[in-house]
């Protein structure tokens, strides 16, 4: 059945219940070993932090929050897999309507507020999974936990998901609780940074595995901003960079209905922005760290944007609600994906 047909059905449900239904039918699927019959996109594989990616796609953060699907997913032919954002203890979110879709703009609006499980339910998951292949795990704070303790949520999260982990995201940049971003400026930012390069380290030197720490950051920096985050990043030696988040901005959609509505935005109204920060990480850092774009890519092209942008790996979420898996399989088609140059 194509695609467009399947979304048409799906969205008669809300968006939470497509979501949770795609996801249960694809998990269901991978169970009874019927994902082995989808088409397996190869790509050419590439060597970024240290890892050996198979492509260059990844799976943003979200979409599997509690690591439940890794193996269904991963059928689909990512490259890389992000799960999370995870907290130290389960929490809710936010109330429900939380998740808004704009079709006409090929976007979404959320404010799940990192309703998830909690790490010990992550690690049970985790456990029990099969996959063996480049796993991101998204890290953020509890809603309760202040902005001045966040860094104690952040390492005992570490700490925690380390053993399992390819690389760990530290997730600064979510616009939908409350205060985060503050942890992307100054003094907030190093000392975070530097509690979690430290315990890198010792993780290192007791386990002999480098798990490259990544951060993850907001597209609604101003450049200034930027510049001392970078500064930070190349003081820190952090390993790589995922841009971006969701914004707060409504550049393009001011004329719809749901505009008004609070939470970050994605899907094709996010790409210039998004992009617009790869090109300035990639003035001020000159590929001296790893880019992940992520944010608004809805064909290959928007792929191919943000490599030639500076990205050396890319992430998609919204993109796959609108364009299902073909996305997917046509940025790993694209011509050069995987060569480093
Ligand atoms: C419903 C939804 C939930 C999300 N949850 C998270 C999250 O828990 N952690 C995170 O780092 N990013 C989260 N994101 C942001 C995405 O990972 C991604 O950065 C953003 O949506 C931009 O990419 P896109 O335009 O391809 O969707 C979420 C996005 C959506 C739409």
């Known amino acids: 059945m194509c695609y467009s047909l399947i979304r048409k059905i799906l969205f008669c449900l809300s968006p939470e219940q497509a979501h949770f239904f795609t996801l249960t039918t694809l998990g269901l699927a991978e169970k009874l070993r019927m994902t082995k019959l989808l088409p397996s996109p190869l790509g050419s594989p590439l060597d970024v932090m240290g890892l050996k990616f198979p492509n260059a796609v990844g799976l943003a953060a979200g979409l599997d929050k509690n690591g439940e699907y890794i193996d269904a997913l991963a059928a689909l032919g990512f490259g890389f897999i992000e799960v999370g954002t995870v907290t130290p203890r389960p929490q809710p979110g936010n109330l429900l309507p939380r998740l808004f879709r704009l079709p006409k703009y090929e976007a979404l609006i959320n404010r799940m507020g990192f309703n998830n499980k909690g790490v010990d339910y992550l690690l049970e998951q985790l456990k029990k999974t099969r996959f063996t292949g480049i796993l991101g795990i998204n890290i953020g704070k509890n809603k309760e936990t202040t902005i001045e303790n966040a860094a104690q949520d952040y390492l005992y999260m570490m700490r925690k998901v380390i053993p399992f982990a390819s690389y760990i995201a530290i997730n600064i940049s979510s616009p939908n609780t409350e205060n985060l971003r503050q942890l992307q400026q100054g003094d907030l ?68 209905p749901l505009a008004a509505e609070m939470g970050g ?71 050069g994906q995987g060569v480093l140059s």
């Open 189 to 256: 930012l190093q000392n975070l940074l530097r509690t979690l390069k430290a315990e890198q380290v010792f993780f290192f030197e007791n386990n002999n595995k480098y798990v490259p720490l990544v951060v993850k950051i907001s597209p609604d920096l101003t450049k200034d901003e930027l510049m001392q985050m970078c500064d930070i990043f190349l003081a820190e030696k952090i390993d790589g960079i995922i841009a971006t988040n969701t914004t707060v901005h409504r550049d393009g959609i001011e004329l719809s």
């Open 265 to 335: 935005l994605s899907g094709m109204p996010l790409m210039r922005r998004s992009t617009g920060i790869i090109k300035e990480l990639q003035l001020l850092l000159k590929s001296s760290i790893p880019i992940i774009g992520c944010g608004g890519i809805l064909s290959a092209e928007d792929a191919r944007e943000k490599m030639d942008s500076g990205a050396t790996l890319v992430q998609i979420y919204t993109g796959l609600i609108y364009q299902g898996p073909k996305l997917l399989r046509d940025i790993i088609k694209l011509p």
